[in-house]
């Protein structure tokens, strides 16, 4: 009787219901619900007319108490989302719920009534399963989850008190045996251990044997105390001792999350450069200082600014390449002085196992560190449309500075005003996207132009100093040999801000995309240069074997020229925060009338230092302390921009998803610049044959054929690596094998993903269906209750 | 350093730091930023767990919260008697939530609940306009705040109830990875 009621009174309902229920079938799975473009204007007009504050019928004003009675007893309307909050929720009885507010709810005024209610007939119950819950943890694992408990401090420290009285309370399990195992602290109450140490602080004097009370300043934890802090993992929870915290703090308040990414990169790439120093300077710099080879027969003029250029006092140091001794001279070295290591620490060896474990260290600590930015940055569910994360994540609560503040509500509002301009116009294709297009196809071209003619310009440049500074003195040929690491910073750190003005014509569809454009083209500027760089080295080598010109001891000239390079990266970058960000920003802060400042441009910045560490990974190889000079380079350059980024610049207004981005930079760091860096270094020694006259490998056609001399040589120490040597690194099976079986673990790792992936998909559609489940049992107990009640 | 302070007992200290994720060293610190609002309201000493409550106004006017828009409702959301007037107790509770290390679900518990401006554990429209207009500072037309409510529910609206609960406001926190660096106020 009442369901047949109950269908009549649906189909003769009038036509807003009708509508409704269209509506709620034909929204579409995995899309969006209300999509302004398909769905009718007038009817979604009529609706929102009628009823101008809710979107969705269901909530509507005129809904009868008996229904409201049933929503508020919903099981998921006073549950949350762990078991351990919904009941530490529930042991709260009247917490932060003004009832001023109550009253201007629109359809919750009995439903808070009937929680506290429930609240208050709950409590003691649910206390005790807290505390039940708590106390089956151990120590650590309970602190944990009492923090991460959503209520108030005050309850938390009631709660920790309950479960401490619980643990103290009751007699102590362990019976003092006598055995040499047990502690006397067991014996003992925990109301006796707490008196006995908060009394006084007694020491024993040894040789009389008695008792005296300490009378100066009892140490801190009391010697003997089982303090809470200590087991409950509070030394893990202690923050680490960061570098630069302070400094961080402040820019963070003033300029965002964004600016702050650049500067924890660069404290980033401090860290890789501190560990690789590390490990260079204990293995292989501290032996072969202690160890001085012979005096070699080169005559080392004093060159001016040897600083700067490497030559003169530097050449022959353990700085380079060349200082390094081949095992032969060492055996010759009857010196008679006080070394750290033995005398037959192999040199060469040390060489190759130091600056790969540098390398294989970083590639780790680079992957690593890419994961966990991956896995904190990944999304799994639809990826449609950022309105809400953008109203919901993208106030930066750090920033609190009253024009950072103004600033990024400002910024917040356009982004809000485009994107809602988008919804509603989505419509209407862009027709200016076809003529357009070549203004794109034109900027390209100029950027390519540019990159090829600076890779002209650096080819050609070597001879052509070379022909000038042949007969100059000394001071002229160190200003010479910096000539064109000059050249390439200023090509390095200039163009690409002729490239962004360049792309100020171009439209595009989003700002990311133009950021990434930007990007690329940077890349592709500093990646040309650099490979013709190399380029040029490779070629002069090919000249030097064939006879054609004499270039001793080449590695070490390649290392001076990558010591130049970064030193006058440095010098460069901060003569432009100088001239383009001081003076400049000094003219148009007097000049413009609002008072305008620059804006950080943090891709660029980030390139220059990824650019930077290329270069010294790629150097190490010939100059093993250029970590070191990295490491000098960028405490300056963190100094540098800070003061510059406080007094020149104003917070950015583009949006910058710092997340996003801090992992597109990371993996910009690892491929293509260190796998770069490494496949050069790996390319090298294996087959540039190094020279003859120099260097640790003089004796070698290449530097990875020192495992082949080992396996002539018959000392037991070497027999390990012979045997690496012959049955792992040059066995074609076992590389075959491990590389199958590596593969093999990477495609079940994926299709496990796949799996997963598939589950989640289905569990979204099960949520969404119980969703319309639950909105037509609604709408059905409505319909009922209105049926059934008198008016 | 430890025995210097007659602030608190060493076993308060330790509750302190149990139940929040600061250190010792840190909560004095916060317990001197609280004091130093109201001198002459906070006593000194704390061993006997005074009652003492600052008023809003001071706790709004923090050099941090100062010009957040939102300060009013995180001051609410943590007091406890829910109108922002704030005890020590409810001072820790909101900075540690707010710091670095609070996980996620905490910090998005927190956040769900400052954006409920009406209390009712729902995030309906009304709050949403409101988010609006304290995140723009009203520069928004009233159509437009409209359709941006409207997207935002259908976006995030995962039980189609037509407001947002807290799983849906979770389950949506988890697809912004910036959220965790943008809920953070250092201090």
Redesign the interface.
């Known amino acids: 009787m009442a369901a047949s009621q109950v269908m009549e009174t649906i189909s003769s309902e009038d036509e807003d219901q009708e509508m409704i229920e269209l509506e709620a079938i034909r929204s579409p799975y995995g899309a969006a619900k209300f999509d302004l473009t398909h769905a009718n204007p007038e009817d979604l007009e009529a609706q929102h007319y009628h009823e101008p504050k809710h979107t969705n019928a269901l909530h509507r004003n005129n809904w009868s108490s008996s229904t409201q009675r049933v929503l508020s007893s919903m099981p998921s309307r006073s549950i949350r989302f762990n078991q351990l909050t919904a009941l530490s929720r529930s042991t709260v009885t009247c917490r932060r719920r003004p009832l001023s507010d109550v009253s201007t709810t629109n359809c919750t005024t009995e439903h808070d009534v009937f929680r506290e209610q429930d609240d208050c007939e709950n409590d003691v119950a649910q206390k005790e399963e807290v505390l039940n819950k708590l106390q089956g943890l151990s120590a650590g694992e309970c602190m944990r989850v009492l923090r991460e408990m959503p209520i108030s401090v005050s309850e938390k420290r009631q709660i920790r008190a309950w479960v401490f009285c619980w643990a103290a309370g009751q007699p102590c399990v362990h019976r003092y045996k006598g055995a040499s195992g047990s502690s006397a602290v067991c014996a003992f109450t925990m109301d006796q251990v707490e008196e006995a140490f908060n009394g006084r602080y007694r020491e024993v004097n040894r040789e009389t044997q008695q008792w005296y009370t300490y009378n100066h300043l009892v140490p801190e934890p009391r010697p003997g105390a089982v303090l809470c802090g200590w087991c409950y993992g509070r030394v893990s929870q202690q923050k680490s001792i960061q570098l630069w915290q302070g400094a961080l703090r402040n820019i963070s308040a003033h300029f965002g999350t964004g600016v702050l990414s650049y500067f924890i990169f660069l404290r980033r790439l401090l860290i890789y450069n501190i560990l690789f120093f590390l490990i260079n300077g204990l293995f292989l710099v501290l032996p072969q200082i202690s160890n001085p080879p012979l005096p070699k027969n080169i005559h080392t003029t004093t060159a001016d600014l040897w600083m700067l250029t490497g030559m003169g006092v530097l050449t022959d140091s353990v700085m380079f390449y060349g200082h390094y001794d081949n095992n032969i001279s060492i055996y010759n070295n009857f010196k008679n002085v006080t070394k750290w290591c033995p005398e037959n620490y192999n040199i060469p060896l040390a060489y190759i196992f130091t600056i790969g474990a540098g390398m294989f260290i970083t590639c780790v600590m680079l992957v690593y560190s890419m994961s966990k930015s991956i896995g904190r940055g990944f999304r799994v569910f639809k990826t449609t449309g950022n309105l809400a994360l953008k109203v919901f994540c993208s106030w930066d609560f750090k920033v609190s500075k009253k024009w950072s503040v103004k600033l990024q509500s400002v910024n917040i509002c356009t982004q809000l005003k485009e994107m809602v301009s988008e919804l509603s116009c989505r419509k209407q294709k862009r027709n200016l996207c076809s003529t357009l297009g070549w203004i794109h196809f034109l900027v390209w071209f100029i950027c390519i132009f540019c990159i090829a003619a600076c890779m002209l310009a650096v080819y050609h440049l070597p001879s052509y100093t070379d022909q000038i500074c042949s007969k100059a003195n000394s001071f002229q040929k160190a200003v010479c040999l910096l000539k064109l690491p000059l050249v390439m910073s200023c090509i390095s750190q200039l163009l690409p801000g002729f490239f962004d003005m360049l792309s100020t014509v171009e439209h595009y569809d989003s700002p990311s995309t133009r950021i990434y454009v930007s990007i690329v083209r940077n890349l592709l500027l500093k990646g040309c240069i650099f490979g013709i760089l190399c380029y040029c080295w490779f070629e002069q080598h090919s000249c030097r074997t064939k006879g054609l010109i004499t270039w001793q001891c080449w590695e070490t000239l390649v290392g001076q020229e990558l010591y130049r390079l970064v030193l006058m990266d440095l010098l460069f970058a901060i003569v432009y925060i100088i001239i383009a960000e001081f003076l400049w920003g000094l003219c148009i802060r007097n000049i413009t009338f609002r008072r305008k400042k620059l804006e950080f441009d943090i891709a660029r910045d980030v390139l220059e230092l990824i650019y930077g560490q290329t270069l010294v990974w790629f150097g190490v190889l010939f100059s093993p302390l250029l970590p070191a000079v990295q490491i000098g380079k960028l405490f300056l350059l963190f100094y540098f921009k800070k003061t510059s980024l406080m007094t020149n610049f104003q917070p950015s207004k583009k949006t910058w998803r710092s997340t996003q981005m801090s992992t597109f930079f990371i993996k910009l760091l690892f491929f293509p610049s260190f796998t770069g860096a490494l496949a050069c270094v790996i390319y090298v020694m294996w087959r540039v044959g190094p020279s003859s006259d120099c260097g640790p490998f003089s004796n070698l056609h290449s530097m990875l054929l020192l495992g082949k001399e080992c396996q002539g040589s018959s000392k037991p120490s070497m027999l390990w690596l012979s045997w690496t040597y012959k049955y792992l690194v040059n066995n074609p099976i076992f590389l075959f094998i491990t590389a199958a079986l590596f593969f093999t673990i990477i495609y079940i790792y994926m299709q496990v993903l796949d799996g997963q992936k598939m589950i989640i998909v289905r569990l979204q559609k099960q949520i969404e269906n119980e969703g319309e489940d639950k909105k037509f049992l609604i709408a059905k107990i409505q319909a009922l209750n209105e049926a059934s009640a008198p008016q | 350093?430890?025995?210097k302070q007659t602030i608190f007992t060493?076993q308060q200290?330790?509750?302190?730091?149990?139940?929040?994720?600061f250190?010792?060293k840190e909560i004095l610190r916060l317990f001197h930023r609280y004091r130093d609002l109201a001198p002459q309201l906070v006593p000194l000493d704390y061993k006997n767990q005074p009652e003492v409550r600052l008023p809003y106004e001071l706790i709004g006017s923090m050099?941090?919260?100062?010009?957040?828009?939102?300060r009013q409702r995180i001051a609410?959301?943590?007091?406890?008697?829910?109108?922002g007037n704030m005890?020590l107790?409810?001072f820790?509770?909101m900075f540690?939530v707010?710091s670095e290390?609070a996980?996620r679900?905490?910090k998005a518990?927190?956040?769900f609940?400052i954006?409920d401006?009406?209390?009712?554990?729902f995030i309906?429209?009304?709050d949403?306009e409101k988010?609006?207009n304290k995140?723009?500072?009203n520069?928004?037309t009233e159509d437009?705040v409209?359709?941006?409510?409207?997207?935002?529910?259908?976006?995030?609206?995962?039980?189609?109830?037509?407001?947002l609960?807290?799983?849906d406001?979770?389950?949506?926190?988890?697809?912004?990875?910036?959220?965790?660096?943008?809920?953070?106020?250092?201090i």
């Open positions: 350093m430890g025995n060493s200290l330790d509750a302190y730091q149990d139940c929040t994720y250190t010792r050099p941090e919260l100062k010009d957040n828009p939102f609410e959301v943590f007091s406890e008697d829910g109108e005890t107790d409810d820790l509770d540690s707010l290390m996980p679900d905490l518990y927190y956040a609940k954006y401006f009406n209390n009712d554990d309906c429209k009304s949403l988010t609006l995140l723009t500072r520069e928004l437009e409209r359709m941006v409510c409207e997207k935002v529910i259908d976006e995030a609206d995962l039980d189609n109830d037509g407001r609960s807290l799983e406001f979770q389950h949506m926190i988890m697809r912004a990875p910036d959220f965790l660096s943008t809920f953070h106020i250092r």
